[in-house]
T-cell receptor, first 112, second 114 residues
Framework: KQEVTQIPAALSVPEGENLVLNCSFTDSAIYNLQWFRQDPGKGLTSLLL?????REQTSGRLNASLDKSSGRSTLYIAASQPGDSATYLC???????????FGAGTRLFVKA | EAGVAQSPRYKIIEKRQSVAFWCNPI?????LYWYQQILGQGPKLLIQ????????DSQLPKDRFSAERLKGVDSTLKIQPAKLEDSAVYLCASSLDLSAGELFFGEGSRLTVL
């Protein structure tokens, strides 16, 4: 059974710092991995989608990497800003169950 | 391009009452999902439709939850009777098709059961 874990559960950093959020999954049989952002009381906004054949994706200050063999993905945020404060979730499309499994998220707070 | 629409945004009911949530996916998206998100947790898939057929409803509490997507476009999720533990945000998402495409979410419907 696929399980997705995100560490740390919460993170507080000063503005301008570069940071890394971690996502691990137990079964490497995935089609893709997607990173989302969720603001309080809001739905999920897609940030990056990495297909299983890809190693990384970049969008602006965000870079996501995928190492399927080790069951890990990282989301790198460069030069963090207070507006980046939100919960970041990763989700894997699991080929076994043919559905998307989510981690519990990392709550990020960027201090001005 | 319009996003995934959901209503109502908020609903407060007493336990044992019923409630219904509506979702209209992005135009042309064949696959529609309903997720339940309890505070502090990641979303949990309740049911997944491909057009008007159910692909996966293994985690849907079928004694009280039901969902339909009759014409393969919009969908309704119903809870009857509601329990205290059903308090959560109900998220609707859609994707172009089942081939592991990108998920797009609506704003969610927050349910409080008293």
């Amino acid at each position: 059974k696929q399980e997705v874990t995100q560490i740390p559960a919460a993170l507080s950093v000063p503005e301008g710092e570069n940071l890394v959020l971690n996502c691990s999954f137990t079964d490497s049989a995935i089609y893709n991995l997607q990173w989302f952002r969720q603001d309080p009381g809001k739905g999920l906004t897609s940030l990056l989608l990495i297909q299983s054949s890809q190693r990384e994706q970049t969008s602006g200050r965000l870079n996501a990497s995928l190492d399927k063999s080790s069951g890990r993905s990282t989301l790198y945020i460069a030069a963090s800003q207070p507006g980046d404060s939100a919960t970041y979730l990763c989700a894997v499309w699991d080929t076994g169950g043919f559905k998307t499994i989510f981690g519990a998220g990392t709550r990020l707070f960027v201090k001005a | 391009e319009a996003g995934v629409a959901q209503s109502p945004r908020y609903k407060i009911i007493e336990k044992r009452q019923s409630v219904a949530f509506w979702c209209n996916p992005i135009s042309g998206h064949a696959t529609l999902y309903w997720y339940q998100q309890i505070l502090g947790q990641g979303p949990k898939l309740l049911i997944q439709f491909q057009n008007n057929g159910v692909v996966d409803d293994s985690q849907l509490p079928k004694d009280r939850f039901s969902a339909e997507r009759l014409k393969g476009v919009d969908s309704t999720l119903k809870i009857q009777p509601a329990k205290l533990e059903d308090s959560a945000v109900y998220l609707c998402a859609s994707s172009l098709d089942l081939s592991a495409g990108e998920l797009f979410f609506g704003e969610g419907s927050r349910l409080t059961v008293l």
